[in-house]
């Protein structure tokens, strides 16, 4: 039987809730008992966002021994270069890069051509894989993407050196057939699919967070 693997993300996105905003205590604290939980990834925060995020994620890299904790990060040189050092000295950690890839994201929030879009993306992986094994690439808005180019795109970031593929519902929007199809698709289809791990990240916005996953 397979086995699931947990990717706790309370500390970074969990945190964006309403009145859910953390001090660096309280998050080692959380992330003290999400290892006693035994869960096998804690996202610690987005380590480039802010001085106060850095430090969060270094203090729970160092003292986080079982479960692997990675930092969030844009595409970018910088936010790559800025976790690596926040995790620096962790024992067990990973890089998660993500960005945007459905028309409606790549024109109006990036304003950018999907070729471009796609070197970024490569780019990114590559970075992170020198400093760390573990790297996770998430397409933002990938329900919502072309199909065809989700696939091309998770090809060449698995040639790259992804070893983790993360398919997010960023707004919410798709349902349970729609997620099941896309994930069938995407591990039949992408390159090397079988050498690496598919992981969802589903929003609730429809009540449907649960059932996609």
Same mark, same amino acid.
């Not at 094994?133 to 993407?145: H, Q, Y």
């Given at each position: 039987m397979e086995k699931v +693997?947990? $990717?706790d993300t309370t500390l970074r996105d969990g945190e964006q809730s309403? /009145?859910?905003? *953390?001090? #660096?205590d309280e998050k080692l604290t959380l992330a003290k008992q999400l290892e006693? %939980? /035994?869960v096998n990834t804690i996202e610690a925060g987005f380590a480039a966002s802010s001085p /106060? =995020? $850095?430090e969060s994620v270094r203090e729970i890299g160092r003292q986080i021994t079982n479960s692997t904790v990675v930092s969030l990060c844009r595409a970018s040189k910088n936010d790559i270069d800025s976790a690596i050092e926040a995790l620096g =000295? !962790? @024992?067990n950690w990973g890089i998660h890069t993500f960005i945007s890839t459905s028309a409606l994201h790549m +024109?109006? +929030? %990036?304003? *950018?051509?999907? @070729?471009?879009? @796609? #070197? *970024? #993306?490569? !780019?990114a992986v590559e970075r !992170?894989? @020198?400093a760390t094994d573990n790297v996770e690439f998430s397409p933002e808005d990938a329900t919502r993407s072309d199909p065809e180019f989700l696939v091309e795109v998770l090809s060449e970031t698995v040639r790259a050196g992804a070893t983790i %593929?993360?398919?997010p519902d960023t707004v919410g929007y798709t349902t349970p057939d729609e997620m099941f199809d896309l994930i069938t698709r995407l591990r039949n289809e992408v390159y090397n699919a079988d050498k690496v791990t598919f992981s969802v990240h589903c929003h609730n916005d429809l009540g449907l967070g649960v059932a996609n996953s």
């Amino acid at each position: 039987m397979e086995k699931v +693997k947990f $990717f706790d993300t309370t500390l970074r996105d969990g945190e964006q809730s309403p /009145g859910c905003s *953390m001090s #660096a205590d309280e998050k080692l604290t959380l992330a003290k008992q999400l290892e006693r %939980l /035994g869960v096998n990834t804690i996202e610690a925060g987005f380590a480039a966002s802010s001085p /106060g =995020d $850095f430090e969060s994620v270094r203090e729970i890299g160092r003292q986080i021994t079982n479960s692997t904790v990675v930092s969030l990060c844009r595409a970018s040189k910088n936010d790559i270069d800025s976790a690596i050092e926040a995790l620096g =000295d !962790a @024992k067990n950690w990973g890089i998660h890069t993500f960005i945007s890839t459905s028309a409606l994201h790549m +024109k109006h +929030k %990036l304003e *950018m051509e999907p @070729k471009d879009v @796609k #070197a *970024m #993306a490569v !780019a990114a992986v590559e970075r !992170a894989k @020198k400093a760390t094994d573990n790297v996770e690439f998430s397409p933002e808005d990938a329900t919502r993407s072309d199909p065809e180019f989700l696939v091309e795109v998770l090809s060449e970031t698995v040639r790259a050196g992804a070893t983790i %593929l993360n398919i997010p519902d960023t707004v919410g929007y798709t349902t349970p057939d729609e997620m099941f199809d896309l994930i069938t698709r995407l591990r039949n289809e992408v390159y090397n699919a079988d050498k690496v791990t598919f992981s969802v990240h589903c929003h609730n916005d429809l009540g449907l967070g649960v059932a996609n996953s």
